[in-house]
């Protein structure tokens, strides 16, 4: 019957503890490398918000001095003329728009199935993604709604600072989303409905 001495002056002990090490560095790294592409995901969905708002501001802030009701002879008129400029314009930023938060959406799947873990798996990712489509959707619908008649809408500034609200709320819910997955205690997991 061999005894631990042994073991331990034929370097069993040592192999193991090598072995365990290099486990040990090998998750760990990998763990710090999803987290750099998690975080590298994050500062491009930021980046793109900050892009749909700018081009929000840029819209309404443009299409504000047209602040004169049109009348119904002039509303046909812009609807039956699809070369007008305005239409062209509203045209261009309903494409730069759907294009962006099409983009998130997709960013936003992949941050999602990154952020997947044996260890957290007491995080709904289903339900943060059907939260986070839900405002983007909004942020989609309140950007382009009548914007092919500027015109039409009165308070052009609550349009642009609701589109700013709805930014940092989807932002702030990504935040708390990786708040909590690479938290290192254990927390309240927050409802994401």
């Not at 900050?50 to 008129?77: C, H, I, L, M, T």
């Not at 936003?108 to 839900?134: A, Q």
Request: proline letters at 3%; one cysteine or more; a negative charge.
């Amino acid at each position: 019957m061999t005894t631990l001495a042994e073991y331990s002056q034929a370097g069993v002990f040592t192999a193991i503890f090598a072995v365990v090490g290099w486990i040990f560095v090998y998750i760990n790294s990998r763990s710090l490398a999803k987290q750099g592409e998690v975080n590298s995901i994050t500062a491009s969905i930021e980046k793109m918000l900050q892009e749909v708002a700018d081009e929000n501001y840029k819209f309404w802030r443009d299409n504000s001095f047209n602040s004169a009701p049109p009348s119904e002879a002039g509303v046909e008129a812009a609807q039956q003329s699809p070369l007008s400029e305005t239409a062209a314009k509203s045209r261009l930023f309903n494409a730069f728009v759907n294009f962006r938060c099409n983009f998130i959406e997709e960013k936003i799947e992949y941050l999602s199935r990154k952020c997947e873990s044996v260890w957290h798996s007491n995080l709904d990712h289903g339900k943060f993604e059907s939260s986070i489509i839900d405002l983007i959707a909004q942020i989609r619908d309140r950007s382009t709604f009548d914007s092919e008649l500027p015109s039409l809408v009165e308070d052009k500034v609550s349009r642009v600072l609701e589109i700013n609200h709805l930014s940092l709320e989807l932002y702030a819910e990504i935040y708390n989303f990786l708040k909590l997955r690479y938290m290192a205690g254990q927390e309240k997991i927050p409802d994401f409905g």
